[in-house]
């Protein structure tokens, strides 16, 4: 892929990651959040969350099915894009809905266990986030780097409960993020089964040919 065409790219999926925020924008500058808008924010933000988040673990998947070299150039942006949306989600529980009320939320935090994955999941983002860049990426080397983010995959496992535990009955949802998350995963187990069984079948034999 050219230069100009990465550009184009990833100027395309800036202006999609950001759609959401523009409509929340507009939802409160005209006052149509319905009955309880702190809560339609929350979930807006948190749903949007979930799927930059699962996005971004989307992509090696991509490349691994399909041999696409352009998925990873976004999976970066993307991440911390879900960072961003993650930020969000717990700044309007911090502010809006507790306003700064530490031991309500400290509570809140100990007694009920989505909020606890949930506030897991995003402490776990700030280490990937704050080592997003490529000078962080040489400077921890590209194998510990490498071994620091699959944490990524935890979190979409903690974000999964988070969601699990907050919804309601009869909302779909949720399980179509698990089912999400389980093909990403599955897709990634199998490159690395297929891996180990490629290096399996490249080493040397160990009984050299019998002399004549």
């Known amino acids: 892929m050219s230069r100009r ?19 929340l924008a507009w939802w409160v500058w005209t006052d149509d959040l319905g009955p309880n808008p702190i809560d339609a924010v929350t979930r807006w933000l ?15 998947p991509l490349r691994l099915l399909f041999g696409l070299s352009w998925p990873i150039t976004l999976r970066r942006l993307l991440g911390l ?3 961003c949306y993650a930020t969000l989600h717990f ?35 700030v280490p990937l986030a704050a080592t997003s860049t490529a000078g962080m990426v ?21 974000a999964i409960l988070h969601f699990l535990w907050l919804a309601k009955v009869g909302r ?10 389980a093909l990403v995963l599955g897709v990634r187990v199998w490159a690395w089964v297929r891996g180990l069984v490629l290096r399996y079948r490249r080493r040397p034999s160990a009984t050299g040919p019998v002399p004549a």
């Open 172 to 181: 779909v949802a949720p399980y179509v993020y698990g089912g999400w998350l």
């Open 138 to 158: 040489k400077r921890l080397g590209a194998p510990t780097w490498r071994r620091l983010h699959r944490v990524v995959y935890l979190i979409g496992v903690l």
């Open 46 to 60: 948190g749903n949007w969350t979930m799927r930059w988040l699962l996005a971004s673990l989307s992509m090696t």
């Open 91 to 125: 700044a309007v529980w911090i502010v809006v809905d507790h306003f700064f009320d530490w031991p309500t939320m400290g509570a809140d935090i100990v007694k009920r266990p989505y909020i606890t994955v949930g506030l897991s999941a995003l402490v776990l983002l």
């Open 5 to 23: 065409a990465r550009i184009v790219l990833k100027a395309a999926v800036w202006a999609l990651c950001l759609t959401p925020l523009a409509q």
């Open 81 to 83: 894009f879900a960072f």
